[in-house]
């Protein structure tokens, strides 16, 4: 048992040398067209019901590799900058990615909670941004499914959603496990995520009709990977961010 506790502390260090923090394009250079995008899709959820506010968003998408993880903490650096405190809940126990973007540790986390190994206040972790704190996923259980659709899950969003303005959930693509869908009645919403010239067309409809299913209220789209110029550079790298909501 230690042993394998150990070969996994060695893999959390492992994942940490490949940070992210430099995709934080709203942190450093929040001028760039990239950021505006991302302060457009911030304003535009407050919009969407200005007398019920959405507060508990779960963001996924119909397949890896579209840009949701990073969406997610690109936005809850705009939500933070505009005076709101934010917590992100990485909820992608098979393919962790928050702790990245911010240099943190992923030893303990949400499933350490869920499992009741640990508090809830010693799983947040600040990011060193203001206002924004992340619950990394922690150890990588062998059920994420059946953690995520637990009572103490919905115990975990409410008392993040006490704790902060906007709380933000990482899921899992849609289509590949069911634990997005899981998610997606313990939320105010759903934003699904989709890759300019990547995402298939049927892909999206089948994402929609898996959270069509469990009644899950999809407040909308944001289109990611999309070509700034014909020249490539800089804002290809970093993408640039549409968004799409239902009105």
């Known amino acids: 048992m230690f042993d394998m506790f150990k070969k996994n502390k060695q893999k959390d260090s492992r994942s940490l040398l490949k940070t992210r ?3 934080l394009i709203v ?23 200005p007398d019920n506010p959405l507060t508990k968003i779960a963001i996924t998408s119909s ?8 969406t997610i903490a690109n936005l809850a650096v705009s939500m933070a900058q505009n005076g709101k405190n934010v917590i992100i809940i990485d909820a992608d126990m ?45 150890t990588t259980p ?10 103490r899950m919905e115990e975990i969003i409410k008392r993040a959603d006490k ?10 693509p849609v289509i590949a496990v069911t634990d997005a869908a899981v998610l997606s009645n313990k939320v105010d919403g759903v934003i699904l995520i989709v890759a300019s010239h990547q995402t298939e067309e049927s892909m999206i409809v089948r994402a929609k009709e898996q959270l069509d299913k469990v009644n899950a209220n999809i407040i909308g789209t944001i289109i990611t ?3 700034v110029n014909s020249r490539g550079g800089y804002y290809d790298y970093y993408y640039y961010y549409g968004n799409s909501f239902k009105g």
């Open 163 to 172: 704790e902060a303005d906007m709380v933000f959930i990482d899921t899992p």
């Open 94 to 138: 098979r393919k962790p990615m928050q702790h990245k973007f911010y240099d943190l540790p992923n030893f303990e986390g949400l499933s350490n909670i869920l499992t009741g190994e640990i508090d809830f206040e010693d799983g947040l972790r600040e990011t060193g941004i203001d206002g924004l704190q992340v619950i990394t996923t922690g």
């Open 63 to 70: 397949g890896p590799s579209e840009g949701k993880s990073l």
């Open 21 to 23: 923090n430099n995709e």
């Open 27 to 49: 942190k450093h250079n929040p001028k760039s067209p990239a950021s505006e995008a991302y302060r457009s899709i911030r304003t535009n959820i407050s919009f969407l019901s």
């Open 225 to 227: 990977k999309y070509p």
């Open 142 to 151: 062998p059920n994420p499914a059946e953690l995520l659709n637990s009572k």
